[in-house]
């Protein structure tokens, strides 16, 4: 989500820098030409008037002093600056004054009549004013990259006001999937983000009280559960010793367990997470030796591969002996007595572990069962209980045909967080 909110930021700022550069060239450009010719236009004035005043001067006779002008006579010679006569010249000589364009710039032509030698012409040639417009340029160039790095400024800021507000959505909702019901946003001042802040929190609330409900509700049906077991423990008790009497009162414990276990997860509002740290082998081998009394009651063999050291997962005890507790009992519960079973815990490369327990009975079916659905009448929930609580770890849960020719479950935990 990062990278795609920073995404949106960079491409934000590509927009606004090239709507800025587009702006500053249709502003700058025209300018910095209209500037250009103001420039030329005003140095053909001064050439102008500098022009008028000498052939004033040329008319009383005189020689204009310190003028940048060259004055062309009618029997060929030329007083001040040296400069070839042109067709132009000749031209202004027969008493038409002119504006024309020369090889290096612009010169202006004002003729001189009444004067003894004839007609004379008074010439000053003005060339481009380099100097002036590449100073214009330049100071147009630096006024347009102070406008462009402010414009980019201004929006790498609202890009980060606005970045920050999705940012702080999403890490709220990402809280919110991860569990923590208590996760709220501050709504932003934005009014559209405001409301869909607003909305996140309502909704956040509302997912609150669905889930408290359910809980509740689970937790009293399991209470409920509990008179008739009662019940049932009476009639079991008045029963004769024998093996059948000790078979229905382990099967009865188990089940209170069960119950008990419903009760506890109803009223824990999630599963530990990412911060629970449990010993897979200790569990694991908790869990067979209380199974493999009844496992010795109905003559299955069963093979047990721990391994010598600890391997820490990320789940409670709690969450994995009910994991392990709900595929165990599915052995029993949909293989024949005689059946073998094994229990395999592997660790794995990055640390966690492997729990895989394997049975020699029909095997699975192709589809394996949703939640509630079971095709050997049973709930269904011992494999989701097993497949959320392995997920819940960072894991997973596959399924297929075991070394003992039946069934395989393999449930997979992430290393404990250090």
């Known amino acids: 989500m990062s990278g795609f909110l920073a995404g949106v930021r960079g491409q934000l700022n590509v927009l606004v820098a090239a709507t800025t550069s587009l702006v500053l060239i249709a502003f700058l450009v025209p300018m910095g030409l209209l500037l250009r010719r103001a420039a030329d236009d005003r140095a053909v004035t001064t050439a102008t008037i500098e022009a008028q005043s000498a052939a004033a001067l040329v008319a009383l006779g005189q020689i204009p002093p310190d003028h940048d002008v060259t004055v062309f006579y009618a029997d060929g010679h030329q007083t001040g600056i040296p400069a070839q006569r042109t067709d132009s010249v000749s031209l202004a000589l027969q008493g038409w004054a002119f504006t024309a364009k020369s090889g290096d ?14 007609t004379a012409v008074v010439r000053a040639n003005v060339t481009q004013q380099q100097d002036g417009v590449i100073q214009t340029w ?16 201004i929006a790498d800021r609202l890009g ?19 569990g923590d019901l ?6 932003a001042e934005t009014p559209e983000l405001r409301r869909v802040g607003l909305e996140l929190n309502r909704l956040a609330c509302r997912i609150q009280e669905l889930l408290a409900e359910q809980r509740e509700e689970a937790a009293d049906l399991a209470h409920r559960l509990r008179t008739p077991m009662t019940a049932l423990r ?18 009865l414990d188990a089940l209170h367990r069960l119950i008990d276990e419903v009760i506890r997860t109803a009223r824990r509002a999630e599963r530990d997470g990412v911060g629970a740290a449990t010993d897979l082998v200790a569990v694991c081998a908790e869990r067979v030796a209380f199974w493999s009394a009844l496992a010795q009651d109905a003559g299955r063999p069963v093979e047990t591969l721990l391994p010598t050291d ?49 049975d020699g009975g029909p095997g699975l079916n192709a589809v394996p069962a949703g939640r509630g659905v079971s095709a050997a009448g049973s709930t269904g929930l011992g494999m989701d209980i097993a497949r959320r609580t392995a997920e819940a770890a960072g894991g997973a849960m596959r399924t297929g045909t075991s070394v003992l020719g039946g069934a395989a479950v393999e449930l997979t935990f992430r290393p404990a967080a250090d």
């Open 138 to 153: 330049v100071t147009l160039a630096l006024l347009g990259l102070v406008l462009f790095a402010l414009g980019l400024l």
């Open 182 to 187: 208590d996760a709220r946003v501050d709504p």
């Open 105 to 118: 710039g612009v010169e202006v032509l004002i003729p001189v009549g009444g004067l003894p030698e004839g």
């Open 234 to 251: 009476l009639e079991i008790d008045s029963m004769p010793e024998g093996a059948q009497h000790r078979r229905l009162l382990l099967g």
């Open 160 to 178: 980060k006001r606005l970045v920050s507000s999705v940012t702080a959505l999403a890490g709220t909702a990402d809280r919110l999937a991860a």
């Open 310 to 358: 600890a391997i820490r997962v990320r789940a409670s005890a709690a969450d994995l002996a009910a994991a392990l507790d709900a595929l165990l009992e599915n052995v029993f519960t949909h293989t024949p007595d005689g059946t073998p079973m094994r229990v395999e815990v592997v660790r794995l490369r990055d640390g966690g572990g492997r729990v895989v327990i394997s």
